[in-house]
T-cell receptor
Framework: AQKITQTQPGMFVQEKEAVTLDCTYD???????LFWYKQPSSGEMIFLIY??????QNATEGRYSLNFQKARKSANLVISASQLGDSAMYFC?????????????????FGQGTILTVHP | DAGVTQSPTHLIKTRGQQVTLRCSPK?????VSWYQQALGQGPQFIFQ???????QRGNFPDRFSGHQFPNYSSELNVNALLLGDSALYLC????????????FGPGTRLTVL
């Protein structure tokens, strides 16, 4: 069974500094996808970044980058130049990739989340 | 381009009642998934629909059922509500042929009294 572990219940960072949110995963599947989502207090889950298990390079999306260490089974999110609006809950998730008839299905398994607070 | 929409935003029911939640996927998406998020927890997968069929199901009882319509919109039905069903219900849409990046709706907050 897949499992995602986020060991940091809460993190604090000063505005304009970088912060790393930790995520480790466990799976026996050779093919999988890793995701990070941001959930503000409004509740909507906002997609940030995706890393495929076979991707050779770490994913980057603007101020977000994913530090993917496959052998260690970790997929940490790095947020550079933090902004006050980055304060939110952050979830790491993994998608198993099961193919059937040429179509990929796959539920997301989420971690417990990390609450990030950005101080001015 | 409209994103994922869900209705209603909030809902209050009493134990034993039945509830229907609705979701319209992002334009062009053909797959809808439903998640339950209890307070302070990560979302838990309920089920996924593609081509009007349930393709995957999480560890939820049969009281939870769903449907997908030809226009890809979806409903989540919960029968015989329990206090423990109180949660934020998130709908996510994606392309079956894609990487599975899911775009989520704003959620429906269900309170069972």
């Amino acid at each position: 069974a897949q499992k995602i572990t986020q060991t940091q219940p809460g993190m604090f960072v000063q505005e304009k500094e970088a912060v790393t949110l930790d995520c480790t995963y466990d799976t026996s599947d050779p093919s999988y996808g890793l995701f990070w989502y941001k959930q503000p207090s409004s509740g909507e889950m906002i997609f940030l970044i995706y890393q495929g298990s076979y991707d050779q390079q770490n994913a980057t999306e603007g101020r977000y980058s994913l530090n993917f260490q496959k052998a260690r089974k970790s997929a940490n999110l790095v947020i550079s130049a933090s902004q006050l609006g980055d304060s939110a809950m952050y979830f790491c998730a993994m998608r198993e990739i099961s193919n059937a008839g040429g179509t990929s299905y796959g539920k997301l398994t989420f971690g417990q989340g990390t609450i990030l607070t950005v101080h001015p | 381009d409209a994103g994922v929409t869900q209705s209603p935003t909030h809902l209050i029911k009493t134990r034993g009642q039945q509830v229907t939640l609705r979701c319209s996927p992002k334009s062009g998406h053909d797959t809808v998934s439903w998640y339950q998020q209890a307070l302070g927890q990560g979302p838990q997968f309920i089920f996924q629909y593609y081509e009007e069929e349930e393709r995957q199901r999480g560890n939820f009882p049969d009281r939870f059922s769903g449907h997908q319509f030809p226009n890809y919109s979806s409903e989540l039905n919960v029968n015989a509500l329990l206090l423990g069903d109180s949660a934020l219900y998130l709908c996510a849409s994606s392309l079956a042929a894609g990487h599975g990046v899911k775009f989520f709706g704003p959620g429906t907050r269900l309170t069972v009294l």
